[in-house]
């Protein structure tokens, strides 16, 4: 292997964190291993506890984090067969925003026995949604403010979202937010861990956490929410903030006995799992959008230009790519609805014929679907099984099925279900062009691509988009490698490490005009259902959801 250098990128999603070993010089990946949260993802009821969560909560245990630095980092090193003193970097990337309190040092509150039991004290995942009524607050005065940022978050702050999971802590557990000295990202809590060094990213500011223009918002507007937020910013997070391909810090003597590394090489500022991936499909232009498709989907697109796009998650100067400006929207179920599809409503029988055939149950319904023509199961859905994050941003609204009838078979929903999640995506295509960012063709990255060809061709059809599929199956990994690249020096910019390192895969699924034909009737259908349940018209979702609140005794 002669000179040649390495870094690692550290890729941490809903479930799992991942390892993979690339090669500075091209790029190419030579090990991965991935590690298994071993408390996954918390929403039933805490660690040793009996107690149950509320309707809408997602937490991880940090320790799980740190976990994988001591076994997926070592495994991927062995399974690539390198010296690991040719490493020169490390990087990650986190789903975002997931959030936790800690003390001054980084230690999570939640390893003190007085808040072991407190579920505000662990971390809150992303998909937490429990935060809504702090995200309607935070959305309406800042209208009553005047405060223009909001517009910068196509006029709505999610309740996934800094502060409002920072709000509905103090609303809630007041004696948790007093005690934490920090409220951090996950993202960066992890870098804090490997390098000693607290460092808060511009990707999580900027999207997650309201920070435009300089400066997070203003101390009047915090204090107009609840009087002890007033000095966040000042009291309990890092106000500058850190470039991304930036340096940390040097890895600790700790944290390279976790990972076998060696102590001293770069650490990376953090960055999050689907803009990391962007320069890894060799995307760093305007006009292409990049969508990072698993659980749930993140859009990314740049320009050259600042435009407000309602219902986008956010557009940050720089937040992708230096000197452009990164926009996100985002679809909160994607994978997870064909997930709970296949869990909760499949037949016997398919599960029967899928084991017969030696097939993963979604692989044999993808068969199955793929035999129809579009429209010929007679279906149409909305992909709202976990709410909207774009266009509506609303956790509240849930899913439907329309047109079933007693002939409507398992195939059929699943490919109706996938074309619900395509129809999304062409809305929030449709809705960034309205509105001044124009999208010439598409790039697919994350774990769905990869398994379901189906779901490509039905989302150039629908879209009527070339979509091409990123190189490498682990894009955030590699992106986070890129970016440990950059570093630790071996790059000037992510540029010019995506010139090298990054890459898209020959294959481009291309729309089928006749198919197009069908999908644009049934894609009208679908924004007609759109509209008159999710602007207004008929608040039935919402009042489903109360009702089922009052059976379960939760306000």
């Known amino acids: 292997m002669g000179n040649e250098k390495y870094t690692i990128g550290v890729d941490f999603g809903t479930e799992s964190g991942r390892a993979v070993v690339v090669r500075v010089s091209d790029g190419q990946e030579l090990g991965s291993a991935v590690h298994p949260y071993g408390d996954s993802v918390i929403d039933e009821r805490l660690p040793g506890s009996n107690k149950p969560l509320p309707p809408e909560w997602a937490l991880q245990n940090p320790d799980d984090y740190i976990a994988v630095f001591k076994n997926a980092v070592p495994a991927a090193v062995r399974a690539s067969g390198i010296d690991p003193a040719d490493v020169i970097g490390i990087g990650v990337d986190f789903t975002a925003c997931t959030m936790m309190p800690t003390l001054a040092d980084g230690t999570p509150l939640m390893r003190l026995p007085e808040f072991r039991d407190n579920p505000h004290a662990w971390v809150k995942l992303w998909k937490h949604h429990a935060a809504q009524p702090e995200a309607d607050q935070i959305n309406a005065t800042a209208r009553a403010m005047g405060e223009g940022w909001l517009a910068r978050y196509g006029g709505k702050i999610s309740s996934e979202w800094f502060f409002s999971k920072a709000l509905q802590i103090l609303d809630e557990a007041p004696e948790v937010y007093r005690a934490a000295d920090r409220l951090i990202e996950a993202a960066d809590w992890v870098i804090w861990q490997l390098s000693g060094n607290e460092t808060r990213n511009t990707c999580t500011a900027g999207y997650k956490a309201i920070y435009q223009d300089g400066s997070f918002p203003g101390r009047e507007y915090f204090a107009a929410l609840h009087p002890a937020l007033a000095d966040v910013v000042d009291t309990k997070m890092k106000r500058e903030l850190d470039p991304l391909g930036g340096l940390a810090g040097g890895l600790t003597e700790e944290a390279a006995g976790w990972t076998g590394l060696q102590p001293g090489i770069a650490v990376a500022v953090a960055n999050v799992d689907a803009h990391v991936t962007v320069p890894a499909a060799q995307v760093v232009e305007p006009g292409r959008m990049v969508m990072i498709m698993g659980t749930s989907t993140c859009h990314m697109v740049m320009g050259d230009s600042l435009h407000e796009v309602p219902g986008m998650c956010g557009v940050v100067d720089g937040g992708i790519i230096p000197g452009l400006y990164g926009y996100e929207a985002g679809q909160s179920g994607v994978g997870d609805i064909f997930a709970w599809f296949v869990d909760n ?211």
Do not use: C
């Not at 020959?506 to 005009?513: C, K, L």
């Open 345 to 555: 409503a499949v037949p016997p029988e398919y599960h029967a014929a899928a084991q017969a055939k030696g097939m993963d149950l979604h692989a044999y319904l993808e068969a199955e679907a793929a035999q129809q023509k579009p429209g010929e199961h007679g279906l149409l859905a909305l992909d709202w099984w976990n709410g909207n994050r774009s266009v509506l941003v609303d956790v509240d609204l849930s899913g439907l099925l329309i047109g079933a009838t007693l002939a409507t078979r398992a195939p059929d929903i699943y490919r109706a279900l996938i074309e619900s999640t395509a129809y999304g995506t062409r809305l929030i295509i449709e809705t960034f062009e309205q509105h001044g960012v124009p999208i010439k063709d598409l790039v697919a990255a994350g774990g769905l691509p990869e398994k379901n060809r189906l779901m490509m061709q039905i989302y150039a059809d629908v879209t009527g988009r070339n979509f091409s599929v990123i190189r490498s199956n682990q894009g955030p990994a590699v992106g986070s490698a890129m970016h440990a690249a950059v570093a630790a020096g071996a790059y000037p910019d992510i540029q010019a490490a995506a010139e090298k390192m990054g890459g898209l895969r020959d294959e481009v699924y291309r729309p089928i005009p006749e198919n197009q034909a069908v999908y644009d009737r049934l894609y009208t259908e679908y924004v007609t259902l759109h509209d008159y349940f999710g602007r207004g018209e008929n608040d039935v979702m919402k009042r489903l959801r109360a009702i089922r609140n009052e059976a379960r005794g939760v306000e």
